[in-house]
């Protein structure tokens, strides 16, 4: 049965998927340099940054908190406790701001979070506001079906936000400058390299340590405040036979070639699928470049965890030397390729030292597959609600381990089942044989429903029931998307805290 506004045809895929595979200088960062302001109308902006910073009891001394790296899930953590009155202190290993990657999804749940962070009209500089995703068959170019984000106003009508993209890079300078703009201090040249949990103190590479009441691990894959956890110091990367290559491309090169000048005219990423490969685009807004990633199944002598391993471009084209036109045309016209290997955690028992002052999140605690896309937003949950609960011990005169042990209890199930989820999204994209004819035939009845779907009004639709949400349906079912997309971090953390 094919059910309109949400996506069962696509959860009878991800089910077959599933089935298939069983068999040290403070710098202030100028976010003007990097974020410029597109053509794209700007959304109502929600109330000034600092204007919208928690009232806070401010009569005793609050809690000290370092965080291991600058990434969104330490910046997101940095902004979350810095807004309730702590004092955070980011180290960064790299001498400057430099996240590596693509183009990423900041899902509803994510833009929820960040639009009461008071941070809207920051990201509104940057991001784009795609209204869907087209699946094409990279062979061909055929259109096989549609993945509905912001067209019509879907995602929120379902789930109560709109759904973003935007380059890593500006992702981070909008969190690194919201920080500071709250009282953060960013030290660069500050790589972490051991945590003496027993006296809560960082050692750096270079020789210094730092002390603080909280040392929060946002350090990704290769974590050493993780290696420094007694529990899960021996936990391992997990590979995964996929190796993806990023680039980008000039828009002018595209606008110029009538074979690819389509790939600008409306706010569509796209995804070519082939057997066991695929390419993914997205236009970003119009001063950014066309981001490309491509991804083919095998196994590769990339380093785990090392992101940015230069490739050769060569042999990249090569992969796809049976696309369609359009998509050799496009790999034809990449600038400069680096490469990776996906790899992710298997669940951990903890996240947390014994103690409760080390504490873990995003990648550092629960690293997971691109494949349903949930990394990124994950990570914004995390500082979110790490931010809840480390203000509601400071100002209740509770001890850390308390805040700590209510963050582990509030996302542990949450987060793994994200992984899990990553998993069923796994052969969605580089499907072949039956499972692949199978896969288009529902993409197209999808595609048929939808249209009939948004031949209706916008007030008939807002009218509809939402599906219940349910952690436990499969990915992306629509049960499954309004548990993931539908929740608010912030208010079930106060809700649950108040209850404590």
Same mark, same amino acid.
């Given at each position: 049965?094919?059910?309109?506004?949400?996506?069962?045809?696509a959860?009878?895929?991800?089910c077959?998927?599933v089935?298939?595979?069983?068999?040290?200088?403070?710098?202030?960062? /100028?976010?003007?340099?990097?974020?410029?302001?597109s053509?794209?109308?700007?959304?109502?902006?929600?109330?000034?940054?600092?204007?919208?910073m928690?009232?806070?009891?401010?009569?005793?001394?609050?809690?000290?908190v370092?965080?291991?790296?600058?990434?969104?899930?330490?910046?997101?953590?940095a902004i979350?406790?810095a807004?309730?009155g702590?004092?955070?202190?980011?180290?960064?290993?790299k001498a400057?701001?430099?996240?590596?990657g693509?183009s990423?999804?900041?899902d509803?749940?994510?833009v929820r979070i960040?639009?009461?962070?008071?941070?809207?009209t920051?990201?509104?500089? $940057?991001?784009?506001?795609?209204?869907f995703?087209e699946?094409?068959?990279?062979?061909s170019? /055929?259109?096989?079906g549609r993945?509905m984000?912001?067209h019509?106003?879907?995602?929120d009508?379902?789930?109560?936000?709109?759904?973003?993209?935007?380059?890593?890079?500006?992702?981070?300078?909008?969190?690194?400058?919201?920080?500071?703009?709250?009282?953060t201090?960013?030290?660069?040249?500050?790589?972490?390299?051991k945590?003496?949990?027993?006296v809560?103190t960082?050692?750096?590479?270079?020789?210094r340590?730092?002390?603080?009441?909280?040392?929060?691990?946002?350090?990704?894959?290769?974590s050493?405040?993780?290696?420094?956890i007694?529990?899960?110091?021996?936990i391992d990367l997990?590979?995964?036979?996929?190796?993806?290559y990023?680039?980008?491309?000039?828009?002018?090169k595209? /606008?110029?070639?009538?074979n690819?000048?389509?790939?600008?005219d409306?706010?569509?990423?796209?995804?070519w699928?082939?057997?066991?490969?695929y390419v993914?685009?997205?236009?970003?807004?119009?001063n950014?470049s066309?981001?490309?990633v491509a991804?083919?199944?095998r196994?590769?002598?990339?380093?785990?965890?090392h992101?940015?391993v230069?490739a050769?471009t060569?042999?990249f084209?090569?992969?796809f030397?049976?696309? $369609?036109l359009?998509?050799?045309?496009l790999?034809?016209s990449?600038?400069?390729?680096v490469?990776?290997r996906?790899?992710?955690?298997p669940?951990?028992?903890?996240?947390r030292?014994?103690d =409760?002052?080390?504490v873990?999140?995003?990648?550092a605690?629960?690293?997971?597959?691109?494949h349903?896309?949930?990394g990124?937003s994950?990570a914004?949950?995390?500082?979110?609600?790490l931010?809840?609960c480390v203000?509601w011990?400071?100002e209740s005169?509770?001890?850390?381990?308390?805040?700590t /042990?209510?963050?582990?209890?509030?996302?542990?199930?949450?987060?793994?089942?994200?992984?899990r989820?990553?998993?069923?999204?796994?052969?969605f994209?580089?499907?072949?044989g039956?499972?692949r004819t199978l896969?288009?035939?529902?993409l197209a009845?999808?595609?048929?429903?939808?249209?009939?779907?948004?031949?209706?009004?916008?007030?008939v639709r807002?009218?509809?029931?939402?599906?219940?949400?349910?952690m436990?349906a499969?990915?992306?079912?629509?049960p499954?998307l309004?548990?993931?997309?539908?929740y608010? =971090?912030?208010g079930?953390?106060?809700?649950?805290?108040?209850?404590?």
């Amino acid at each position: 049965m094919v059910e309109v506004n949400g996506l069962n045809i696509a959860a009878t895929v991800s089910c077959l998927v599933v089935r298939e595979l069983d068999n040290h200088d403070d710098t202030i960062i /100028k976010l003007s340099t990097f974020c410029q302001p597109s053509n794209r109308e700007k959304q109502p902006a929600t109330s000034d940054l600092t204007a919208n910073m928690e009232n806070i009891d401010r009569s005793h001394h609050p809690f000290t908190v370092i965080v291991a790296g600058a990434g969104i899930g330490g910046l997101s953590s940095a902004i979350a406790l810095a807004r309730r009155g702590l004092k955070v202190t980011v180290l960064e290993g790299k001498a400057e701001l430099n996240e590596f990657g693509a183009s990423i999804s900041i899902d509803p749940h994510a833009v929820r979070i960040l639009k009461s962070f008071g941070l809207e009209t920051l990201f509104c500089r $940057c991001i784009a506001q795609d209204e869907f995703n087209e699946i094409r068959d990279g062979a061909s170019n /055929k259109l096989l079906g549609r993945l509905m984000a912001n067209h019509a106003n879907t995602s929120d009508i379902l789930f109560g936000e709109q759904k973003w993209s935007i380059h890593r890079a500006d992702y981070q300078q909008v969190l690194a400058e919201a920080a500071q703009q709250l009282g953060t201090k960013i030290l660069f040249n500050a790589e972490v390299v051991k945590v003496d949990i027993d006296v809560r103190t960082v050692h750096l590479s270079d020789g210094r340590a730092l002390s603080a009441d909280l040392i929060v691990g946002a350090d990704g894959l290769r974590s050493a405040v993780r290696a420094s956890i007694r529990e899960i110091a021996g936990i391992d990367l997990v590979p995964w036979n996929e190796q993806a290559y990023r680039c980008s491309v000039d828009k002018n090169k595209i /606008k110029d070639n009538p074979n690819l000048a389509w790939l600008l005219d409306n706010n569509t990423a796209q995804v070519w699928s082939m057997p066991g490969k695929y390419v993914l685009g997205w236009p970003l807004p119009p001063n950014k470049s066309y981001d490309v990633v491509a991804c083919v199944l095998r196994d590769c002598d990339v380093p785990l965890g090392h992101w940015g391993v230069k490739a050769d471009t060569n042999s990249f084209r090569g992969d796809f030397e049976d696309a $369609c036109l359009e998509v050799r045309e496009l790999l034809a016209s990449i600038g400069p390729c680096v490469q990776w290997r996906l790899a992710e955690l298997p669940p951990l028992s903890t996240c947390r030292s014994v103690d =409760g002052s080390v504490v873990l999140l995003g990648d550092a605690w629960h690293a997971m597959l691109p494949h349903s896309g949930s990394g990124g937003s994950s990570a914004i949950e995390d500082g979110a609600v790490l931010g809840e609960c480390v203000a509601w011990a400071s100002e209740s005169n509770r001890p850390l381990s308390d805040a700590t /042990k209510a963050y582990e209890h509030l996302r542990k199930t949450r987060v793994e089942r994200m992984q899990r989820a990553s998993h069923e999204g796994v052969g969605f994209l580089s499907a072949s044989g039956d499972f692949r004819t199978l896969r288009d035939g529902l993409l197209a009845q999808q595609m048929e429903a939808d249209n009939v779907e948004f031949a209706k009004s916008e007030e008939v639709r807002r009218a509809q029931p939402l599906p219940a949400a349910d952690m436990n349906a499969p990915f992306p079912s629509p049960p499954y998307l309004q548990w993931l997309y539908g929740y608010d =971090g912030i208010g079930e953390a106060r809700k649950y805290l108040a209850g404590l």
